[in-house]
């Protein structure tokens, strides 16, 4: 794509514009996209040590939800979905290397690629992310703010959650990648030492264990909706298409990349895979042996906690909050500087010509757009801390929320594929066509349902 006239035309069209708006050029500022030369460039060699973005991207994604979705199936079904766990790694695996690929290889952000796709993909993103943002804030806070409150009783919960709230609005604020980057490694570390721990006290079964990697689907009514929601659900959220702006920040942000963004998305996520198996050892070990239920939502950690203090003392109630924290505030932190540099990205150039955009084009987190998003995610939502959450905000919440999944997938699979922009080197092939495809059938099936869960109140009278 990018020594082409087109190509030229459109950077000629771009530069007579004035200083894209990141501030930095990737490149010649005058193409857009890249040369052969850069298409063609040496490939740089993944070493042991090459992760950050995907780490960032998978504790971003795997948040206090997902914990409680895999201990809740752990303790219904004990280990007859960890298959299901494994599928999801794969399906993530395949969603974010997606991303990247298509990143890297034209070297526009993944809204930029989605706006090459129509106007239409502008106007489902607009409203969903600035919905998604006000309500997810005061969860990611709130979430946060949970196990701290259980640690330290004596503090009100909604002060722990609005300083959570300020320190990521804080951290993030300082627009350092690098320092986000390595608070995130060590949250993830925690999070993966205090579960791995927390599991290997119950002493898991191991013959059990193993015949729970053979695919079987329980037989009750709603079953297969169940082991969808776990294969899609865990690590399964906007972020995912912030895997981009992670890259680039991160300075992988040309196509002699690729092999080291496949070897860290691919690393970090059986490193997740690992962590939900650990999390679901401790559904099935500590809850289903004892027909324990907990409750739902984020609150069911707590329970989880109250087990562990039960019967092993509360030192290790004590361990599994903190990695509870961890989690909480990973996810926090990525949303905060990933989710705002995709809305810098909308909010510049959704009404600019979608060829004539790249990397160069796309604000950072000092430009008003990102801030602005960067203090919606913050303060407007400290308000439903204090109240409760007005059901119209939740419909619209979930009822967009049950689409951007699909919305991915599906979209993803016509990006990689595209003549016009990507390199054909970089094109799917027919093994990651259908891979995409079974993941885009998967999520929209599980979109179709979660559609229905949000709007039913409608329809029920709630």
Same mark, same amino acid.
């Given at each position: 794509?990018? /020594?082409?006239?087109?190509?030229?035309?459109?950077?000629?069209s771009?530069?007579s514009?004035?200083?894209? *708006?990141?501030?930095?050029?990737?490149?010649?500022?005058?193409?857009?996209?890249f040369?052969?030369a850069?298409?063609?460039?040496?490939?740089? +060699?993944?070493?042991w040590?090459?992760?950050?973005?995907?780490?960032?991207?998978?504790?971003?994604?795997?948040g206090?939800?997902?914990?409680?979705?895999?201990?809740?199936?752990?303790s219904?079904?004990?280990? @007859?979905?960890?298959? *299901?766990?494994?599928?999801?790694?794969?399906?993530?695996?395949?969603?974010? !290397? /997606?991303?990247?690929?298509?990143?890297?290889?034209?070297?526009?952000?993944?809204?930029q690629?989605?706006?090459?796709? /129509?106007?239409?993909?502008?106007?489902?993103?607009?409203p969903y992310?600035?919905?998604?943002g006000?309500?997810?804030?005061?969860?990611?806070?709130?979430?946060?703010?949970?196990?701290?409150?259980?640690?330290?009783?004596?503090v009100?919960?909604?002060i722990?959650?609005?300083?959570?709230?300020?320190?990521?609005l804080?951290?993030?604020?300082?627009? +350092?990648?690098?320092?986000? !980057?390595?608070? @995130?490694?060590?949250?993830?570390?925690?999070?993966?030492?205090t579960?791995?721990?927390?599991a290997?006290?119950?002493?898991?079964?191991?013959?059990?264990?193993?015949?729970?990697?053979?695919?079987?689907?329980?037989? !009750?009514?709603?079953?297969?909706?169940? %082991?969808?929601?776990?294969?899609?659900?865990?690590?399964?959220?906007?972020t995912?298409?912030?895997?981009?702006?992670?890259?680039?920040? +991160?300075?992988?942000?040309q196509?002699?990349?690729?092999? %080291? @963004?496949?070897?860290?998305? /691919?690393?970090?996520?059986?490193?997740?895979?690992?962590?939900?198996?650990?999390?679901?050892? @401790?559904?099935?070990?500590?809850?289903h042996?004892?027909?324990?239920?907990?409750?739902?939502?984020?609150?069911?950690?707590?329970?989880?906690?109250?087990?562990l203090?039960?019967?092993?003392?509360?030192?290790?109630s004590?361990?599994?909050?903190?990695?509870?924290?961890?989690?909480?505030?990973?996810?926090?932190?990525?949303?905060?500087?990933?989710?705002?540099?995709?809305?810098?990205?909308?909010?510049?150039?959704?009404?600019?010509?979608?060829? !004539?955009?790249d990397?160069?084009?796309?604000?950072?987190? +000092?430009?008003?757009?990102?801030?602005?998003?960067?203090?919606?995610?913050?303060?407007? #939502?400290?308000?439903l801390?204090?109240?409760?959450?007005?059901?119209?905000?939740?419909?619209l919440?979930?009822?967009?929320?049950?689409?951007?999944?699909?919305?991915?997938?599906?979209t993803?699979?016509?990006?990689?594929?595209?003549k016009?922009?990507? #390199?054909?080197?970089?094109?799917?092939?027919?093994?990651?066509?259908?891979?995409?495809?079974?993941?885009?059938?998967?999520?929209?099936?599980?979109g179709?349902?979660?559609l229905?869960?949000?709007?039913?109140p409608?329809?029920?009278?709630?």
């Amino acid at each position: 794509m990018s /020594g082409s006239s087109g190509a030229a035309d459109a950077g000629a069209s771009r530069s007579s514009k004035g200083v894209p *708006a990141a501030g930095t050029h990737i490149h010649n500022p005058s193409i857009v996209g890249f040369t052969d030369a850069e298409i063609n460039e040496t490939a740089v +060699k993944p070493k042991w040590n090459s992760l950050g973005p995907g780490i960032v991207a998978a504790a971003t994604g795997v948040g206090a939800a997902d914990l409680v979705a895999t201990l809740t199936a752990g303790s219904r079904y004990g280990y @007859m979905l960890l298959w *299901a766990v494994v599928v999801g790694v794969i399906m993530k695996i395949v969603l974010v !290397e /997606g991303v990247g690929r298509y990143y890297l290889s034209t070297g526009k952000t993944i809204f930029q690629g989605w706006r090459t796709l /129509g106007s239409w993909t502008s106007w489902y993103f607009g409203p969903y992310i600035l919905i998604w943002g006000f309500v997810y804030g005061a969860t990611a806070m709130s979430s946060t703010a949970l196990p701290l409150a259980a640690m330290f009783p004596a503090v009100d919960a909604k002060i722990f959650a609005i300083a959570a709230g300020l320190i990521g609005l804080g951290l993030v604020w300082l627009n +350092k990648y690098h320092l986000i !980057e390595k608070l @995130m490694t060590v949250l993830i570390g925690v999070m993966f030492v205090t579960v791995l721990l927390s599991a290997a006290l119950t002493l898991p079964n191991l013959g059990d264990l193993v015949t729970g990697f053979i695919p079987r689907i329980p037989s !009750e009514d709603g079953a297969m909706f169940y %082991v969808l929601a776990l294969a899609g659900g865990v690590g399964g959220t906007i972020t995912l298409g912030a895997y981009g702006y992670w890259l680039r920040e +991160k300075g992988w942000n040309q196509p002699k990349w690729m092999k %080291v @963004m496949r070897f860290d998305n /691919g690393t970090s996520y059986v490193l997740t895979g690992i962590f939900v198996i650990a999390t679901m050892i @401790m559904g099935v070990e500590l809850l289903h042996s004892a027909g324990i239920a907990i409750s739902a939502g984020d609150r069911g950690l707590l329970d989880v906690s109250t087990v562990l203090a039960d019967r092993y003392g509360e030192v290790w109630s004590t361990v599994f909050l903190i990695g509870f924290f961890a989690a909480s505030f990973s996810s926090l932190l990525g949303v905060w500087h990933g989710v705002s540099l995709m809305f810098g990205d909308f909010w510049a150039n959704f009404r600019r010509p979608a060829d !004539e955009l790249d990397q160069d084009d796309a604000p950072s987190l +000092k430009s008003k757009q990102s801030r602005f998003f960067l203090l919606w995610l913050t303060i407007p #939502p400290m308000a439903l801390l204090f109240l409760d959450r007005p059901i119209f905000l939740i419909l619209l919440y979930g009822t967009l929320g049950a689409l951007f999944m699909p919305f991915l997938a599906v979209t993803l699979l016509f990006l990689n594929n595209q003549k016009k922009f990507v #390199p054909k080197q970089f094109r799917n092939g027919w093994i990651r066509n259908i891979l995409l495809a079974l993941t885009a059938a998967i999520f929209v099936a599980l979109g179709l349902n979660e559609l229905i869960n949000a709007l039913s109140p409608l329809w029920s009278g709630a």
